[in-house]
């Protein structure tokens, strides 16, 4: 028979290789606990990416004032979807489907927003993507540049869709406009500071503004930055960015310039 010590020591035994296994039992289960947790934390997240998904552009099939926005996505690193609106009964569903806040295009629908107002779209892509400087002061200096480009912008968007009779006149307006009130201004911002950006030395909504606008110029005159160096070198340097430049490349989603065929058929759809 055992002794009562024997006895004793036998169980205390057995109880710690209880103890034992139930340690290693427990250390087994929170392993599996954060492995578990880990990945359900990995596939909320990339629950909430696909969610998210990707911007979606409503406007016609050509330039106009979603190029900017096209742009500014491009030079943010951002894929987006085109949904082009190609007849009149289709934007007028959109009008009346409560879609268009104002009854306009373009459209955004990003983020859980339908938005619409280009400069209103702009802003938000610029400060969502660091793009509007990096205060107050950043940010005025970035909307008074883009202003200015948007205006040359413009006059060059809306020359193919002028009469025949006054494209000439016109055409020489811009000529004149860009070499003696635009470019003069840019070229001394880059002069006076220095910096390779137009403000506070990073990229900002701003440079990609005006690089769009430069090229659209070239397109009328191509050696229209002749007496310009250091936008020509600003051209080189914004154009040879990663994003801008895979925007830039044959098979993007920039738009080429506006023809009589993209004229006639954006009058059937806004007539």
């Avoid at 016609?60 to 690193?77: C, H, K, P, T, V």
Wanted: glycine share 6%; charged share 25%.
């Amino acid at each position: 028979m055992l002794s009562s010590r024997n006895v004793l020591l036998s169980f205390m035994i057995c109880h710690k290789f209880v103890k034992a296994r139930q340690q290693i039992c427990d250390f087994h289960l929170i392993i599996r606990i954060r492995t578990s947790t880990s990945s359900g934390l990995a596939a909320g997240k990339q629950t909430l990416r696909n969610m998210a998904g990707k911007p979606k552009l409503y406007y016609f099939n050509g330039r106009g004032r979603m190029e900017s926005i096209r742009w500014l996505l491009a030079a943010a690193g951002v894929e987006f979807e085109e949904q082009l609106i190609e007849t009149k009964e289709y934007l007028e569903k959109l009008k009346h489907g409560g879609d268009l806040l104002f009854q306009q295009v373009p459209m955004v629908e990003m983020d859980g927003m339908k938005m619409v107002q280009s400069r209103a779209i702009l802003n938000y892509i610029a400060a969502k993507y660091n793009l509007s400087g990096k205060d107050v002061k950043q940010r005025a200096w970035i909307d008074m540049y883009c202003e200015g480009a948007m205006d040359l912008n413009e006059l060059i968007m809306m020359l193919p869709f002028k009469p025949a009779d006054s494209k000439e006149k016109e055409f020489a307006n811009i000529i004149e406009k860009a070499t003696t009130r635009y470019f003069p201004v840019f070229e001394k911002v880059l002069k006076d500071h220095g910096q390779n950006y137009l403000v506070g030395n990073q990229l900002s909504r701003a440079d990609i503004q005006l690089l769009e606008t430069i090229l659209m110029a070239e397109e009328l005159k191509a050696d229209i930055l002749s007496k310009f160096p250091l936008l020509k070198a600003f051209k080189e340097r914004i154009s040879n960015i990663p994003t801008v430049k895979k925007f830039l490349q044959p098979g993007s989603p920039r738009k080429p310039p506006t023809d009589e065929k993209t004229v006639e058929k954006t009058r059937k759809i806004f007539a």
